[in-house]
């Protein structure tokens, strides 16, 4: 497909996503004691492939992997009780600040797993995470396809073809265990070029003006799939502080509202998508248990986890953990979120 209807297609796509005037936006008061997106859980089936499949994309080793072990702490977060696992902690540049961004990955034996890797991308709860590149995407395709690693999912309502002439500007790949991963091309500036127009990082971005790409190439947001719109944005902005703009229900096929959520330790933000597909409406979301192939989620960095679990629950959220936990010289919760049962970690370090 030919770059200037691909360009349109997603020029559309963020419209209706996003196109709603300063005059709608919100400012909510953010919560003090959520500091932010600290990091993204995703749990495997094949430790090692996984690795090798992310550092194939840049990301890399920080912690791990760790042997088989009985975790008593993470199966008390998890609801797990005496299953083995074994964990990578890895991490990748932050497309908006110079913190690199942790993916944790997660391999259970020894419990019940459901295999979920061949969900849609469009299903609820199915995940996604987005990454910047500097130049045409097709570069990363050539180089995953080289290594044998390549697979290109259908996604709802945008093209993915393999190949594509002229500037790449976005691709959609996935690991072997299903999470998708879409990058974005950040054009590499000529000399003599013009500086790029503006761009906002908060709820009054309009589609014309949202901060995309961020500074640099590297991570950029996390993505779930909801069922309901307004209930699922009211929660991420009450409970844990994002900055959406007010819902606009658009009729579209696809509403991804974005809403922008300080990246931990830093003064930048980072963004979560919920993605709303109307293929979905009135669905039941799957059980998706914890330990699954291809469970995700969310973890935010709290300074105080009492109020913070508190509050959540309060707001309709459903407990995985019972309670808050002693969790690797911190303390953590496990939620899920009133919407769809998107999985949620609140996590306080040790002082």
Known sequence: ????????????????????????????????????LGFVGHNVSDLERSIKFFEAIDFKVVEGPSVWSVDKELNKLGNTPGAESRTATMKVQSSVSDVPFT???????????????KANSWDLLSSHID????GSVGSLLDKLETLNMLKMPEVNGLPNPRQQQGFR???????PDGLTIEYFGKPIPKPGDPPPAATVSNSSATAQNIDRLGKQAGFNHYATNIVEPEKARDFYVKALGGDYPVFQNTGANQILQNGWFPQATTNNNLRIELGYFTVNKGKTPPSVKFQDINANYAGFQVSNIETAYSRAMMLGAITVSGGIVTYHNGRAAMIRDPDVGGYIMLWQPAR
Not at 12 to 28: V, Y
């Open 103 to 117: 993916l944790v990955l997660r391999q259970y034996r020894g419990i019940q797993r459901q295999d979920w890797s």
């Open 1 to 36: 497909m030919g770059q200037n209807k691909t360009f349109g297609v997603f020029i559309f796509a963020f419209a209706l996503a996003l196109a709603t005037a300063s005059l709608f936006a919100q400012k909510p008061e953010r919560p003090s004691d959520v500091l932010g």
């Open 169 to 175: 500007r976005f691709a959609f790949v996935q690991d």
């Open 131 to 134: 990454l910047t590149v500097d």
